[in-house]
């Protein structure tokens, strides 16, 4: 676990649907990686995930970067890897696995890179509690010394921009964080992030088999409340080809002597396909169209898993973000 002197867990971001404008913010790319602390102030160099798994195991490659470190030090950045000039998640999951040998020759052929979004500890000084801005000093400080910085501005233009060529960069939105604001661990005050696709993370809760339960035909999707409840928010329709990947994930957590039901009536009439619930321990990421109600209105589309990320923070603040009590309204949109 992170030593003492680090802030920790690192600081989040609250899902808006556009950009912050005014002078009082700073735009940066949201990268598509996972999320690591970096850090020296323990008995050797660790790199943690933000629910404090350990990640150097994982990527070995990333273990040079600890000589760039004043001693007792601690940055927040993504562990990124890029191929063909765009961000490539897909193999970042191929990292997450048992072998050392795969991961020592994946290592080589595609390594990942450390993007420094932010320093929370320099030489044992607690930069984390600086403004913003004497903090993005010292990350551009760090270029000098070999690490890679992420890019920021202050300018919207160049934000939205980013938002435009997003997709083809493998970029996930944009985040804008707070000027004069500190580093605060574990809070979603002072930083907020838009991604131009819908997309959600959800937990598995179940799913659907085929007629025979010779296939899974679809995943059960699930959002938790604020006072811990799943609630059924819709499933996802699994491809013929990705049985197979997705049946060695799901059917260990098959829950049969659990009585949970997410499912809805079918509104066809065609008939009802078997369902069983699973332990809630997995996670995928869905893209979709609309939210009706407390439902997804579409199937969604399933995308990828999110190995790096825990179920319990799959709730309805990532899929519906606040909304803005100081925000025009329809009765206002009527009232003219």
Known sequence: MPARIIPFPPMEAELVRELPQGDGWQYEPK??????VLENAGKELALWSRNERPLLRYFPELRPLGDLLAPKSALDGEIVIVRDGALDFDAMQMRLHPAESRIRRLSAEIPAEFVVFDVLVWNGEPVWKLPLEERRARVEGLAAAGFRISPATRDLGDARSWLDRFEALGLDGVIAKKLGSPYLPGSRDGMV??????????VVAGVRWKGDRSAIATLLLGLYRDDGGLDYVGSAAVAARSRAEVAAKVLPLLDESSDRRFSEP???????????????ELVVEVRYDKVQGRRFRHGTKLIRWRDDKEP?????REL???RDPNAAGVAELFAS
């Open 31 to 36: 990268w598509d990686g996972f999320r690591g």
């Open 312 to 316: 319990r923070d799959c709730t309805w």
């Open 320 to 322: 519906i973000p606040p």
């Open 193 to 202: 992030k838009v991604k131009e696709h819908k997309t959600a993370d959800c």
């Open 266 to 280: 079918n509104r066809w009439g065609t008939g009802e396909l078997e369902e069983a619930p699973i332990r809630p």
